[in-house]
C-alpha cells in the first residue's frame, strides 16, 4: 500500500470538518451481497436472545438501533462510519452540479493546479506573474458559495507568507547596506591607526624640519584620529547591532509564516480539498526558498500522528502533496470504475466505489457532476439492500426473498443464495414448529401447542401456514377459537392484527379476563395511527423541525410504552423521521455519547447544535441544562 493510500485510509477517522471526529454506530455497508455483511471486529456480547440454527446455518441480523449486527455471539460494526452514511445518502438525493458557474470554478481551480505545478520548477522571483494570477485566481474563486471560502483563505495565506518574504528580503537589503557602511568605517578606522601609530606615511601638518611646532601638530593630529577611531567603532557596533535585530526579525517572522501556511495546508488536506491543498503545497516551493520543507506540526497532534504513522517519518510539503495528488487520482479512479460497473449492471461493487469516492473525494469534479440518473440507480440498490436487511431483522422472509429477487435483477452478479438459504431454513424451521403444535393440539396438550405455536410465529411472524394452524384449532376447539386465537396474538404483540380484525375479536369482551386486553390493543393502536397521522401533517409542512419534532415525540411515546415499538408502522415511522432529520438525531446521539464519556464540553456543544436544529426541543434543552449544570458543579 502506498504512502498516500494510507493517509487517506486514515483522514475520515482524524478530519475534525467534515466528519466531526465522533465514533457514530456504523451502518450496513455496501458489499457484494447487501444481505451477508462482513464481520470487522468484534465488540461487547449481545444480550441473551434465543436464536435457532438450522442445519448448522445462521444469518446475521441488523440491529437498527445501533447499526450492528449480531453473529456467533459477538457484535460487529457492518460497514463505514455513521456519518458518512448520511453524507452518501444526500449525496444520492442531489442534483449533480452542472452549472455553467459551477463548470467555470472547476476549470479555474484545475487550471491553477497545473499553473503552480509549473511555477514550482521555475527559477523566477518570489512574488512574480505567476503568483499574482494564482492570487487573483483564488479570490475569484472564493465567490462560487460550494467553495466555503476556502480559495480566499488560501490566497490570504499566501499573500501573508509573500509579505513576510518581501519584509525580509528589505531587511537583506538594510543588511547589506549596513555592511558596505561597516567596511568602509573599518578601512578609515585602519588608516588612522596606522597614521597614529607611524605606520601610515608622514603625519599630516608635521614640519619637514621637524621643530617643535611641528611635533605639537602632529600630537593633536593623533588625538583627533583617535576620537575618530573611537567614533567610528562604536558607529560599527551600531550597525553591527541592526544587523543581528534584522537577522532575528527576519527568522522569527519566516518561522511563524511558515507555520501559519503549513497549518492553512494541512487542514486543507484534512478537510479533503485537495486541488487547493496542491495548489497550495507547490506554490509553497515558490514562496519559500530555504529548502526546508519539513512540517512544524505539534508533536502528538492528529496531523503529527496522520503523518509519522503512516510514513514513520518526519512529514513534508512533499508529503501533503503526495497525498493530495493520489487522493484526486484515486477518486477520479473510482468514479471511473462507478461507471464502468454502472454500465456491466454490477450495481454492489459500483455502490461501494461511490462510496469510497464521496468520502474522501465529496468536492472532487468528478463526484460533484456525477448524472442524477446514475445516482438512481445507485439509490435505488441502496435502498433495496437496507430494505433486505430490514426485512431478514424483522423476521419477514417473504418480503427478502421478493427484495433479494429484486437485486438480483439489478446487479447481475448479486449472489441471492445466502439470503435465499437462510430464508428457506427459517421457514422450513417455523413450519416444523406449526405441525408440532397442530399434532399436541389433537392430543389435547395445550402447553405443548402453546409452546410449538409461539415457536413458529417467533420463527416466522408472516407464516401464512399459521392460518391453516387456527383453522384446525377452530376444529378441534370449537368452543372459544377466537378467544384462543386472540391470545396468540396477544402474546406476540400483533395488536394491529386485532385492530384490523376489531369486529371479529369482540367477542373476547365477554370474557373480564380479556376485555382489558382486547380494549388496551384497540385503544393503543388507535392513538398511534392518529399520532402518525398528525406528525405526517406537520412533517410536510416543515421538511426540516417537522421530522425532528416528530422523531422526539414518538421516541417519548416508546419509552413511556414498549409496546408502541411492536407495531411496525410506528417503527417505521421513527425510522423514516430519524433519516428526515438525521442532522439531528446525530446531534443528540453524539450528545448522550459524549456525556456519557465525561465529555461535558462537547456534550454541551451539540446539544447545542440539536437545539439550533430544532429549537423546540425538550430533549436538547434538557440535555443542555443538564450538562451546563455539572460543568458548574465542577471541581478543577
Known sequence: MSL??????????????????????????????????????????????????????????????????????????????????????????????????????????????????????????????????????????????????????????????????????????????????????????????????????????????????????????????????????????????????????????????????????????????????????????????????????EKDSQADKLFRNTAGMPPTINSIASAASTARREVDQHMEAVNNLLAQDKLSDATQHLIEAVAVGEYMSSVSTFPAEKRRRIAEYWSLRRRVLTSLNARDYGTAEEIAKRMKELDRDFDDSMVMSYCAGKKQQSDLALRNAVKALQDGNDEEFNKFITEAGEIWPRNPRLAEGRKKLETIDSHDPVKQEFKTLIARSEYRTIYNEQSRFEVVAIDPELKEQYRDAITLIGTIDGMLAQLDIAAQQDRVIGPCMAYEMLLDKKKEDERFASDPLFTDALNRYALAGHDFVQALEQAAECEKRDELGSALACYYRAQCIYPGSRMAKAGAERVAQLILQAEF
Open 4 to 297: 498516500s493510500s494510507r493517509y487517506l485510509i486514515l483522514l475520515p477517522l482524524l478530519c475534525p470538518t467534515v466528519f466531526a471526529q465522533e465514533q457514530q454506530p456504523a451502518p450496513a455497508a455496501p458489499a457484494a451481497t447487501a444481505a451477508v455483511a462482513q464481520p470487522a471486529a468484534p465488540a461487547a456480547a449481545p444480550s441473551s436472545s434465543r436464536a435457532p440454527e438450522l442445519f448448522g446455518v445462521e444469518f446475521p441480523l441488523l440491529d437498527p438501533a445501533s447499526d450492528t449486527v449480531s453473529y456467533k455471539g459477538g457484535l460487529f460494526d457492518v460497514g463505514n462510519n455513521a456519518v458518512v452514511r448520511a453524507r452518501f445518502e444526500k449525496y444520492l438525493q442531489q442534483n449533480p452540479d452542472v452549472s455553467e458557474v459551477a463548470r467555470k470554478y472547476r476549470d479555474k481551480l484545475e487550471e491553477l493546479v497545473h499553473v503552480t505545478q509549473r511555477n514550482a520548477r521555475t527559477g523566477k522571483a518570489v512574488g512574480g506573474e505567476n503568483m499574482v494570477k494564482i492570487g487573483h485566481g483564488l479570490y475569484e474563486m472564493s465567490d462560487y458559495p460550494p467553495d466555503g471560502g476556502q480559495s480566499g483563505a488560501l490566497a490570504s495565506a499566501m499573500a501573508s507568507a509573500l509579505a513576510v518574504q518581501f519584509a525580509n528580503q528589505k531587511r537583506d537589503r538594510e543588511n547589506d547596506k549596513l555592511q558596505a557602511e561597516i567596511d568602509e568605517l573599518v578601512s578609515h578606522t585602519n588608516r588612522l591607526t596606522n597614521i597614529n601609530t607611524g605606520r601610515g606615511g608622514r603625519t599630516p601638518g608635521a614640519s619637514s624640519r621637524g621643530n617643535g611646532k611641528g611635533k605639537a601638530s602632529g600630537g593633536n593630529v593623533s588625538n583627533t584620529n583617535s576620537v575618530r577611531i573611537s567614533h567610528n567603532t562604536k558607529k560599527i557596533a551600531g550597525h553591527e547591532a541592526a544587523q543581528v535585530k534584522n537577522d532575528a526579525e527576519s527568522t522569527a517572522a519566516l518561522a511563524l509564516s511558515k507555520v501559519n501556511y503549513q497549518s492553512m495546508l494541512v487542514s486543507l488536506l484534512l478537510s479533503r480539498r485537495f486541488d487547493h491543498a496542491l495548489i497550495g503545497a507547490n506554490s509553497y516551493r515558490h514562496i519559500f526558498r530555504d529548502g526546508d520543507t519539513t512540517l512544524k506540526l
